[in-house]
């Protein structure tokens, strides 16, 4: 009989540092549900000479890898490092070397997800990512286990801590981009290379992972259509609440017999929604099913102890299988083939900021661009401009489709009475 189940931690930074906190502080619990010990061996860090604020002996720490690959008591690695630099190979040479993977890395599951699942098959071993979407959300397992049984249609959610947190401390408390991005990279949350969470690219990376598990189906990065959040241009937080909605960069996926279709952009959502409601680093994913109807995941986003729950949740789920022989028993091939939907088979409303000259006729050139693009409004609004020559159009349209709003916004462009197209924005929600 087992009593120990020994575990190599790959990187000490945010996340590192709180799964052995948790390890340490929680040993007890975990003693308690597993019936075993479970112990962090060996630490991989960079630099061996920072100072860590930590329990776990100064000896545990390592600069080298196969020290690590190479200690055949060691079951479990946990990949915590982040990166695609060296962390893809780290993990396939734990599964060859027979050891199970839990893994916060995103960047790494977007790419070669289903590659690395393969090979977690093939080696009988457990490959784990609940911490690489949703931080201390269980939404991975949710997908896999608890929404098993149904067909899901599409889901919204806010996947990226750090933009939500500069959107919540910009709107409600008037604080520059620079500053509240400056804090959340303080915090902890931010990734090493912010400008993956402040154009899109992180939060895309979750939804690859995300939509291939709702549609069952291999989803690829290139798949999503991304707009950071540098597409938000000044006074359209204010703008948006005057209309009643909030402004939030947000994930969407949907499918239908048409195909998927995934996007992460600032998006209008109707502050009636339960997503306009979620604030700073938190993060929610709002889920329809055939067979559950709406259902809304909420909880923190990023963060040291909420991301370390889920990653030694994954150690808890990891450590049963291998107590039960049945780590690596879990199947992975996807049910559908991969099938993108056209831009003409996407539809929403959309939100059209446009600064034109303040002319006689103006307003009637422009519908008519709306009506020869078959686009339906649904408010105008004049506000004047920021010198007498010139005034802002605002235009919320119906529902239309994607290539309808790109051709839209085309001639937009090309129009004489037009000097600009400020903004625009998906509207999210409330019309079907
Ligand atoms: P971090 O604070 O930058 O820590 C990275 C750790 O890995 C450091 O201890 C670093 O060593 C070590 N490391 C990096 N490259 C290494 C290498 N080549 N060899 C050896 N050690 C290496 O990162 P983090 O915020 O904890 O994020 C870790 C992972 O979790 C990432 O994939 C991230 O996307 C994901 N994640 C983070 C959060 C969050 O809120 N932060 C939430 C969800 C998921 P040194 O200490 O010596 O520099
Ligand atoms: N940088 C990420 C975020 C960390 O802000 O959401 C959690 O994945």
Redesign the pocket.
């Known amino acids: 009989m087992r009593k120990e189940i020994q575990v190599g931690l790959?990187?000490?930074?945010?996340?590192?540092?709180?799964v052995a906190k948790i390890m340490i502080d929680h040993q007890q619990d975990l003693q308690h549900k597993l019936g075993v010990e479970v112990n962090i061996k060996k630490v991989?860090?960079?630099?061996?000479t920072?100072k860590?604020e930590t329990d776990l002996p100064i000896e545990v720490f390592t600069?080298n890898?196969d020290e690590i690959l190479n200690d055949s008591s060691i079951d479990l690695i946990i990949?915590?490092?982040?990166?695609m630099?060296?962390?893809k190979e780290a993990i396939e040479a734990s599964l060859r070397a027979g050891k199970g993977v839990v893994?916060?890395?995103?960047?790494?599951m977007a790419v070669y997800g289903p590659e690395l699942l393969r090979l977690a098959d093939a080696n009988k071993c457990d490959l784990f990512y609940e911490?690489?979407v949703g931080?201390g959300i269980p939404l991975i397992r949710t997908m896999e286990d608890g929404l098993a049984s149904d067909r899901i249609s599409s889901l919204t959610g806010i996947v990226n801590?750090t933009t939500n947190f500069i959107l919540t401390k910009m709107k409600q408390e008037n604080m520059s981009y620079e500053e509240a991005l400056a804090q959340a990279t303080e915090l902890?949350?931010?990734?090493?290379d912010p400008s993956a969470d402040v154009d899109g690219i992180?939060a895309a990376r979750k939804m690859v992972i995300l939509a291939s598990l709702a549609f069952s189906t291999e989803v690829q990065l290139d798949d999503v259509f991304v707009r950071g959040m540098k597409e938000i241009q000044d006074g359209d937080v204010e703008l948006a609440e005057s209309f009643g909605y909030t402004v939030k960069m947000a994930g969407h996926a949907e499918k239908d017999e048409e195909g998927i279709a995934v996007s992460v952009e600032p998006v209008f959502i109707p502050n009636s929604h339960p997503l306009a409601s979620v604030h700073n680093?938190y993060n929610a994913v709002y889920i329809y099913g055939a067979a559950v109807g709406e259902t809304m995941l909420y909880g923190p986003?990023?963060?040291?102890l909420?991301?370390a729950t889920?990653v030694t949740g994954d150690v808890v789920a990891a450590c049963r299988n291998l107590l039960l022989g049945m780590n690596g028993k879990r199947s992975h091939s996807p049910q559908h083939e991969r099938k993108v939907k056209d831009d003409d088979k996407r539809f929403s409303r959309y939100f059209h900021r446009i600064l034109v000259k303040d002319e006689v006729g103006v307003l009637t050139q422009l519908t008519a661009i709306y009506s020869r693009q078959g686009a339906s409004l649904a408010t105008v609004i004049q506000h004047p401009g920021k010198s007498e020559r010139d005034a802002e159009v605002i235009f919320i349209t119906h529902r239309m489709s994607r290539q309808q709003h790109l051709d839209v916004l085309k001639e937009l462009e090309e129009a004489d009475a037009v000097i600009d197209v400020l903004s625009h924005y998906r509207v999210e929600g409330d019309e079907k």
């Open positions: 790959l990187g000490f930074g945010t996340v590192g540092s709180g991989l860090v960079r630099n061996l920072k860590r600069d890898l990949e915590v490092m982040g990166g630099n060296g962390t893994t916060a890395n995103k960047d790494v911490a690489s931080g801590g902890g949350f931010a990734e090493a992180d680093e986003g990023a963060g040291s909420p991301t889920s």
